[in-house]
């Protein structure tokens, strides 16, 4: 029969050890200084997922806790496989939010860990008969407090409304003591999805079993029916981590997916003073409050994108996924045709002249009837705009003078392309320096028709410091939302605004 996997002190999986770097994403908690051993899964940069039972006063008799700080002191130890050598992480777990229906729990680190990626959420259900992986500090066959990480492969035996079967795939797997709250995940090409989190066990296999007694059959809590969950959890404090008031450039689009998916929000690329960039991917779930679920370290500080001068994302290759185009300081004009958490992709020089120097601010949008590839619209530095239709990977071409020299124009202090009013091509945003904020309906090669004010002059928005537009609110949102970073460093968006104006503010930061 099955049994919890806590009890005894111990601190992985029957199977192979583990090399250095493999699985990193897995780690190990001393709770109570030796008290108890568990393992856990790195989900976010801050936020582990465990079994609850690691932390109940009696495992034996079931897994609630209370939510807040851990009764026992608690470290987790990530990204050593080899716990006799230096390397990884070792971080204090502050604060635990369990999840009532099953054994599982959010772990919240005292500091993010920067260095090692984690697994991801699985949002696809698991299907009996499908191979898996398993990953743990515990026990071994012939050891009782093993200093390395093992692994092993299992077959997904049964599925139930809130955990998973598991059969061991060899006679050198189990699941043992010490592996509770460590992480079942499937492999795709590198890439480790979670799909359960360690809770019970046969223990057949296990150092100090009896062979003829035991099983080695094991139980997981599910995750992928709870991933928006997670996501959540994990996002609370996400955007919290960064100092807003050093980002210098936003630019939104569907970077780390398919638009078509309709599911995720839109990601939200960022450019620091210190020419780092990240990048925030939009969530899976619903909450409003945490449209992002992680942050991708892009480029690191010094890097060349302390000289972007003007950004934007949009579609350039018709693939799906967007592309981010820059103007740098040097006067060069350049798309990355793909941009994701390994970094950015097939730089592509559309011009490096002079000319481009001047162009003070750049967006790009669905201005014509090409609906696979966005536009360039660009804002002059003697107030004239431009368009630039049918943009690709081959360059700029077919430029449309929208509207001629204006000192009026050169009081914009942002613009951004939307679908804000219905029009069969995209709407321009614009941000003036006095608070002013308009919207310029349906605007093509033929120039501007009509504008709408969304927030008069000398209005708050004066204070507005960068501006982009995205579906921040809900996956392929229409009307689309407003993100705004303001002068004092907070970060907030107007979601589904129209024609009316915005109705309502949602505040990211501060």
Same mark, same amino acid.
């Given at each position: 029969m099955a049994s919890l996997l806590t009890g005894a002190p111990a601190s992985a999986v029957v199977g192979t050890a583990a090399k250095d770097g493999?699985?990193?994403?897995?780690?190990?908690?001393?709770?109570?200084?030796?008290?108890?051993?568990?393992?856990?899964?790195?989900?976010?940069?801050?936020?582990?997922? !465990? =079994?609850?039972?690691?932390? /109940? &006063?009696?495992?034996?008799? $079931?897994?609630?806790?209370?939510?807040?700080?851990?009764?026992?002191?608690? !470290? =987790?130890?990530?990204?050593? /496989? &080899?716990?006799?050598?230096? $390397?990884?992480?070792?971080?204090?777990?502050?604060?635990?939010?369990?999840?009532?229906?099953?054994?599982?729990?959010?772990?919240?680190?005292?500091?993010?860990v920067t260095d090692i990626n984690p697994a991801a959420i699985g949002f696809n259900a698991p299907l009996p008969g499908e191979d898996l992986w398993a990953s743990g500090y515990g026990r071994t066959k012939d050891e009782w407090v093993p200093d390395r990480l093992h692994y092993a492969k299992f077959t997904l035996d049964s599925v139930k409304d809130t955990t998973i079967g598991l059969a061991s795939k060899s006679d050198e797997a189990a699941v043992c003591q010490g592996d509770t709250g460590g992480p079942t995940f499937r492999d795709i090409g590198g890439r480790y999805e979670l799909v359960g989190i360690h809770s019970m066990s046969g223990h057949g296999g296990c150092f100090g079993s009896d062979e003829t007694q035991t099983s080695k059959s094991a139980s997981d809590a599910r995750v992928d029916d709870i991933a928006g969950w997670v996501q959540t959890v994990s996002s609370r404090n996400l955007l919290s981590r960064a100092n807003w008031r050093n980002a210098t450039h936003m630019a939104s689009g569907y970077f780390t997916g398919n638009s078509a998916n309709g599911k995720r929000r839109m990601d939200l690329f960022v450019v620091w003073k210190d020419g780092s960039a990240s990048l925030y991917q939009g969530a899976d779930h619903n909450d409003s409050k945490y449209p992002f679920s992680a942050e991708h370290k892009v480029a690191d500080a010094g890097s060349y994108w302390k000289d972007a001068r003007a950004v934007t994302g949009g579609s350039f290759t018709n693939s799906g996924s967007d592309g981010i185009t820059v103007r740098w300081a040097s006067g060069k004009l350049s798309t990355y045709t793909h941009v994701d958490q390994n970094g950015f992709h097939d730089e592509k020089e559309h011009a490096y002249s002079d000319t481009w120097k001047r162009a003070r601010l750049i967006t790009a949008g669905r201005y014509t009837a090409n609906a696979l590839r966005d536009d360039l619209l660009v804002l002059w530095d003697d107030g004239s705009t431009s368009m630039y239709s049918d943009t690709d990977t081959n360059g700029v071409r077919k430029e449309s003078q929208l509207t001629k020299a204006d000192n009026g124009w050169t009081n914009a202090a942002q613009i951004s392309s939307g679908e804000f009013t219905g029009k069969k091509t995209a709407d321009l945003v614009i941000r003036w320096n006095d608070g002013d904020t308009t919207v310029f309906p349906g605007v093509d090669t033929a120039g501007y028709h009509g504008r709408t004010r969304i927030r008069p002059v000398d209005s708050a928005w004066k204070n507005a410091q960068i501006l982009t537009v995205g579906s921040f609110t809900a996956a392929a949102s229409r009307p689309n939302d407003i993100l705004i970073r303001w002068a004092d460093g907070n970060v907030s968006y107007y979601p589904a605004v129209d024609a009316d104006g915005t109705h309502s503010e949602v505040q990211l930061v501060g």
């Open positions: 493999t699985y990193a994403f897995t780690a190990k908690l001393d709770i109570g200084g030796g008290q108890r051993s568990c393992s856990a899964a790195l989900v976010e940069r801050q936020w582990l997922v !465990t =079994a609850a039972s690691c932390f /109940a &006063d009696s495992p034996d008799q $079931g897994y609630k806790i209370s939510a807040g700080a851990p009764k026992l002191k608690t !470290t =987790a130890t990530i990204g050593r /496989a &080899d716990l006799t050598r230096d $390397g990884g992480s070792v971080v204090d777990v502050v604060e635990l939010v369990p999840r009532a229906d099953r054994d599982l729990v959010m772990a919240r680190l005292d500091k993010p």
